[in-house]
């Protein structure tokens, strides 16, 4: 039996990059706020201190901050046709889990979508004809959403985290340095970008050479200290190099930690609970009112917390499940393609080229999480795709975040994997190799999706979500594209030699390609077409908002977390100054 | 393993304990930086208590205590193969790796404690990953003993570490491949995938885990360890940084593990 507890406001489902947004903007505008966090507390000096933070064997291969799959995992296949086999060790992404979750152990790359991403049906209709976007059985959709309604918010995860950066577009005005593709921005980065390592200025140099437009990648990387309007106070990087995939022991890299957490836990109406993991949110009998949201903390009691508003601001693939187990929305049918809660699942498509010297020592284990020279001529829409047969992009970028020896030590075509080649291999290009990255966009189709799985249950008796995924066609082709392109600039650069990492063949759980896993609990105009409308608000039950990179139709050839950010703060904007003064729909269908 | 911060006391000092909930103390032993801590509720500060440091769990003692005296001299001979010494750079041997391995299969490593291991266990494709219903520790013993009896049906030798180098590379080449198949329910490329990633693990980790012996694999690269601070080599490009290779005990010369 659970124990019902006093109601609240809002209670937040998790408690990363949305749970913490969400928590400081509805408690300063007087709400009682709880926030519920599966895993434990977790805070600089006593979880990632500089001393042990730098510790690849801990944090990257025994997954010291990641979600532990033997608690909590889901099953996975390419295709319907496969049996789903659960995830038994993490690899393809690494999940966070505890406070501040995956804003703890990211990179720091802070990103906004282009004008056009949020269009990607209609704008690529119009310029490449209807097929442009149906080909390969894709299912992309519009947003709902356009880029200037974002971008107020883009600017204020921007001054939260001090991201560090150069502007390429100042309010419509191009500005040299920068990215000229970029959606125009009201302001300038709070902070400048990062001084450049040895490999990113060779890419710089040799994309410029041929005709790219190079310009520094924008960081939660602190280039200096930095206060944010929570008072909050960060100190600049020092490129220890252990930065994705760690957390940083220096507070310079943006995570709820440094950013919000100061702020909000002296906050009287803020109640963080950990150990906490919500099983589902209770509905009224018509399903159409969230009451609150029964869960079960570490020592196995369970609670009910009613609450006005349940905002669900755990991971993608958690969010979705609970809106499954707790039968929120219509579940998507790939067979007839009606429903929606699960539907365009989508992820990005990964390549890599990796570059060898003779004459020039690389140092890369001086890095930082976003440390990189990055071109954007073609992501998106910013080339003419015309014949191509395919759409979407990416970025590509010259990129140190680390040597660290375990996973990154590069070596050239052929080399055996083992024995006295390798090794000798591996002592000759550590210090002389870093690699580009292609960092691809990721269109949805009708087969890529999210359930509950038939056969597998978690720790607490209830199916785990079940993932069914495979690059489309139409990735692979773009990934092709792009890696040649690529390949074109890491040969500009005169190395000794170059490696291609191609994305080839059906999506695989090993090795680690990215955290970015997108779609579910997507966004759009309808109720027919979309889970929740653009502040997030879920149509058939308008006390629930779900938060996160679930709520993308697709996933454009970036880092979601900018935008993630963005879209939580527009969801807060709008509860404040609408849904608190007239509780229900803010769209009307 | 650590146990984190009980914040009780501090909350009651503060007077801000959610009745019915940070009263809660009969959790579940503390996991590896994951669930199971205590359930805590946190409320008008950050909570902070000294001497809660989340350190690292290093190896220590020494001898084997997870491997059979059989199992190590199949380790032994093995990783010799996979990273073999000469003037080059430290073997996986001279490294210390075998140990590292044995330390790690003794502890949470070795029992799966990252593995989610439930049933039921078809095979599944490639794509898929691992689906064994071993754990690491398991996985080893196991493969350790079907290479063993692979070696003896068909290649005529009492035990892999008595073949030649070379019989014992194209062993462990069948093994990467898959063409030698293994009994007692061992796929073959997956123990060796393990067994080469936890091999390079031992090799590049830091040396309190009981490899990487003095450092010597990142000296071999250039890899200078765990230092905190680059930022005057950020744009000397080109250079040689002269950093001294450090770990988290230190070095010779500075601080004595």
Redesign the interface.
Request: aromatic share 14%; hydrophobic share 35%; no cysteine.
């Given at each position: 039996m659970a124990t019902t507890l006093k109601p609240v406001d809002a209670v937040l489902v998790g408690f990363g990059w949305t749970g913490a947004i969400m928590g400081q903007q509805l408690c300063d505008a007087g709400l009682n706020v709880v926030a519920l966090e599966r895993g434990p507390w977790r805070d600089t000096a006593t979880d990632f201190a500089t001393g042990f933070a730098q510790d690849e064997l801990r944090y990257m291969w025994r997954h010291h901050l990641f979600q532990n799959v033997a608690d909590d995992t889901l099953t996975i296949r390419n295709n319907v046709n496969q049996e789903a086999l659960p995830m038994r060790r993490l690899g393809s992404f690494l999940l966070g889990t505890g406070v501040g979750s995956g804003g703890v152990h990211w990179n720091g790359q802070i990103w906004r979508f282009l004008p056009t991403d949020f269009q990607t049906k209609s704008h690529n209709e119009k310029r490449y004809g209807k097929k442009s976007v149906t080909d390969y059985d894709m299912t992309v959709q519009d947003w709902g959403v356009t880029y200037d309604e974002l971008e107020p918010h883009y600017d204020q995860f921007d001054k939260l985290c001090g991201t560090s950066g150069k502007a390429g577009n100042l309010q419509g005005k191009i500005q040299p340095g920068g990215n000229p593709f970029e959606g125009p921005r009201a302001n300038e980065y709070p902070t400048p970008p990062m001084a450049q390592t040895y490999g990113p200025t060779l890419f710089g140099k040799a994309a410029a050479e041929l005709g790219r437009h190079p310009f520094p990648h924008p960081t939660g990387n602190m280039s200096e200290a930095y206060t944010n309007p929570l008072g909050a106070q960060m100190g600049a990087c020092t490129y220890c190099g252990f930065c994705e995939k760690f957390g940083c022991g220096n507070y310079s890299k943006a995570s709820p930690q440094t950013t919000v957490l100061p702020y909000l836990l002296r906050k009287s109406n803020f109640t963080l609970r950990t150990e906490c993991e919500v099983l589902r949110v209770e509905l009224t009998p018509d399903k159409k009112r969230a009451t609150g949201v029964t869960y079960v903390n570490s020592a196995g009691e369970e609670f009910f917390q009613p609450a006005e508003m349940v905002i669900l601001g755990a991971y993608v693939l958690q969010n979705v499940r609970l809106l499954l187990l707790s039968g929120i929305g219509k579940p998507y049918d790939p067979k007839t393609g009606e429903g929606v809660v699960g539907k365009n699942y989508a992820y990005q498509t990964m390549s890599s080229v990796n570059v060898f010297f003779d004459d020039k020592i690389i140092n890369p284990f001086i890095g930082a999480g976003a440390l990189a020279t990055v071109i954007d001529d073609f992501n998106g829409d910013n080339f003419d795709h015309g014949g191509l047969g395919f759409i979407g992009g990416a970025y590509i970028a010259g990129m140190v975040t680390g040597g660290r020896p375990i996973e990154m030590i590069y070596t050239p075509q052929g080399t055996p994997a083992w024995g006295m080649e390798w090794k000798h291999a591996a002592a000759k290009n550590y210090l002389r190799s870093f690699s580009l990255s292609i960092h691809g966009s990721c269109m949805s189709a009708r087969g890529n999706y999210l359930d509950l799985d038939p056969t597998y249950r978690d720790i607490h008796g209830r199916p785990m979500l079940r993932m069914t995924f495979d690059f489309t066609q139409n990735d692979h082709k773009m990934s092709d594209y792009l890696t040649d392109r690529a390949a074109e600039v890491a040969k500009a650069m005169n190395p000794r030699e170059i490696k291609l990492n191609r994305r080839t063949g059906s999506w695989s759980v090993t090795p680690y390609q990215t955290t970015h896993n997108t779609g579910g609990a997507i966004m759009g105009d309808n109720p027919k077409n979309s889970v929740v409308n653009k502040y997030l608000q879920v149509w058939d039950v308008p006390n629930v908002f779900s938060m996160g990179a679930g709520a993308f139709p697709q996933n454009a050839g970036y880092n979601p977390t900018g935008t993630l950010a963005a879209l939580a703060y527009m969801s807060a904007e709008a509860i404040k100054s609408q849904y608190l003064k007239a509780p229900g729909p803010m769209v009307r269908a | 393993m650590v146990t984190?911060?009980n914040?009780q006391r501090r909350q009651l000092l503060i007077g801000?304990v959610?009745a019915?909930?940070a009263g809660?103390?009969?959790?579940?032993p503390v996991?590896?930086?994951?669930?199971?801590?205590?359930?805590?509720?946190?409320?008008?500060?950050?909570?902070?208590?000294e001497g809660?440091?989340?350190?690292?769990?290093g190896a220590s003692g020494s001898g084997y205590t997870y491997f059979t005296p059989v199992e190590a001299t199949f380790i032994e001979a093995a990783v010799s193969?996979?990273?073999?010494n000469?003037p080059?750079?430290p073997g996986a041997v001279e490294a210390n790796v075998p140990f590292f391995l044995d330390r790690q299969l003794a502890g949470?490593?070795g029992r799966?404690?990252?593995?989610?291991?439930?049933g039921?266990w078809?095979k599944?494709?490639?794509?898929?990953?691992?689906?064994?219903r071993f754990s690491p520790a398991q996985m080893y013993r196991a493969a350790i003993a079907a290479i063993d009896q692979y070696v003896v049906a068909n290649l005529s030798a009492p035990s892999f570490s008595k073949l030649s180098a070379a019989d014992q590379?194209k062993t462990?080449k069948g093994l990467?491949s898959g063409d030698i198949k293994l009994d007692g329910g061992v796929d073959s490329k997956t123990f060796f995938g393990m067994l080469?990633?936890n091999?390079?693990?031992g090799y590049?980790?830091?040396p309190i885990?009981g490899g990487n012996k003095d450092m010597s694999?990142?000296k071999?690269?250039?890899?200078?360890g765990?230092?905190?601070?680059?930022?005057d080599?950020?744009?000397r490009?080109?250079?040689?940084?002269p950093f001294p290779t450090v770990g988290?005990k230190g070095r010779p010369g500075w601080r004595e593990g």
């Open positions: - | 984190k911060v914040l801000s959610a019915g909930v809660a103390t009969a959790a579940a996991r590896d930086g994951e669930l199971g801590a205590p359930p805590q509720t946190i409320r008008g500060a950050v909570p902070f208590k809660t440091a989340d350190a690292p769990p193969r996979l990273i073999p000469d080059v750079g949470p490593f799966g404690d990252h593995y989610y291991l439930g039921p078809p599944g494709v490639p794509e898929q990953g691992y689906q064994s590379d462990l990467e080469l990633q091999t390079k693990e590049f980790s830091d885990y694999a990142w071999m690269i250039g890899f200078p765990a230092h905190y601070n680059y930022k080599w950020v744009t490009h080109g250079e040689r940084v988290f």
